[in-house]
């Protein structure tokens, strides 16, 4: 158990003591010349985990789904995205205002879009309309409580979007989770895109770091636009360095973060003035409906108490399972939920 439970994001987490110890000892170089050995070893490492011909490394999540539909798309073309996903969402605006790319949204069954909608929104562009340039998926999906999107909704959509000529991006800032929650390969989730995102920092524990995969052209493409954001970081093989343990060393004990949060919902059903969908937590995300007070005062309330969560209101929290939350911290957080509401 930890002095302060922390459930408000799997971002929260710390290097573990060999992270350190690799950033410590990395060898490196100027990324930006393109001889940093840790980095290229990372970027070699992640695409041949995914099947896909090259990789890039990027400071954040939000830069590695940036630079990457920026390949895909012009200023004033379109892209289809769920209306929930964190591309559209919690990236800023990044696509309509240092891209001039558009969103159209649809709703989906938890991340899950309907690919006929999605066929009868595809634009070839005229003098009038966009050009639908992309469709970006998310998987898990992060506000749908860590839904894992079902690999036979990924293949419908991908098959259509082949036949319309249309490239998919997967924002897989947690396709690590989904992965482990199914069994499915990350080759087999891979194949359902063009380019992918995918997070260290989330649920494999490293301190900083995304990688952007895609065809070798295109991440040719993507490192130019890394360089326009400001995301070329010179010596990043020290960072790149703790990014290799977490992918070599953190995946594995993913299922203990799924089982923690299922352990954390169950307690939660129990209790008078909490909410929780249990058939709904997949991975290592559940949100929690609260009746009775704000989710701004649940959330102090906690805090007081030693829990962290985050309020992402008008009426719920979100607790997120993670490295650094360990099953004693769960039971702790039900402890002091059966307090405040029992």
């Not at 002095?3 to 971002?11: G, N, P, Y």
């Not at 990044?94 to 006929?116: K, N």
């Not at 409906?289 to 969560?309: D, Y």
């Amino acid at each position: 158990m930890h002095e302060i439970a922390d459930f408000r994001s799997d971002t929260v987490t710390r290097p573990t003591p060999a992270m350190r110890r690799a950033m410590a000892e990395a060898e490196v170089g100027d990324d930006v010349l393109g001889d940093d050995p840790t980095v290229k070893r990372l970027e070699e490492r992640v695409a041949g985990l995914f099947g896909m011909e090259a990789g890039l490394y990027v400071p954040s999540g939000t830069m590695s789904n940036s630079v990457l539909i920026a390949t895909l798309a012009r200023p004033g073309d379109e892209v289809i995205a769920e209306e929930w996903a964190h591309t559209l969402n919690f990236e800023r605006g990044g696509l309509a205002g240092v891209w001039g790319i558009l969103t159209r949204t649809l709703r989906s069954d938890r991340g899950a879009m309907d690919p006929d909608e999605i066929a009868s929104w595809i634009r070839a562009g005229n003098d009038h309309t966009p050009r639908t340039a992309a469709v970006t998926l998310e998987n898990t999906h992060n506000f749908h409580g860590g839904a894992v999107v079902p690999i036979d909704n990924l293949r419908a959509v991908r098959e259509l979007c082949l036949e319309r000529g249309v490239p998919v991006h997967i924002d897989g800032a947690r396709i690590w989770n989904a992965a482990a929650a199914t069994g499915i390969a990350l080759p087999e989730y891979a194949g359902q895109c063009d380019t992918m995102s995918v997070c260290l920092s989330k649920g494999l524990g490293a301190p900083v770091g995304s990688v952007a995969l895609g065809s070798a052209e295109t991440i040719r493409r993507a490192r130019l636009f890394r360089k326009r954001l400001g995301g070329a970081m010179r010596q990043s093989g020290i960072l790149a360095a703790a990014g290799l343990v977490a992918v070599d060393g953190m995946r594995d004990r993913l299922a203990e973060d799924h089982a923690n949060a299922r352990r954390l919902a169950e307690g939660m059903a129990e209790l008078p003035g909490l909410s929780v969908d249990l058939d709904a937590v997949e991975t290592n995300i559940l949100f929690v409906t609260i009746e009775g007070r704000s989710p701004a005062e649940f959330a102090a309330a906690l805090e007081a108490e030693g829990v962290r969560v985050l309020d992402t209101g008008p009426d719920q929290c979100r607790f997120v399972t993670h490295a650094d939350v360990d099953r004693e911290d769960v039971d702790r957080a039900i402890s002091v939920l059966r307090g405040l509401f029992a």
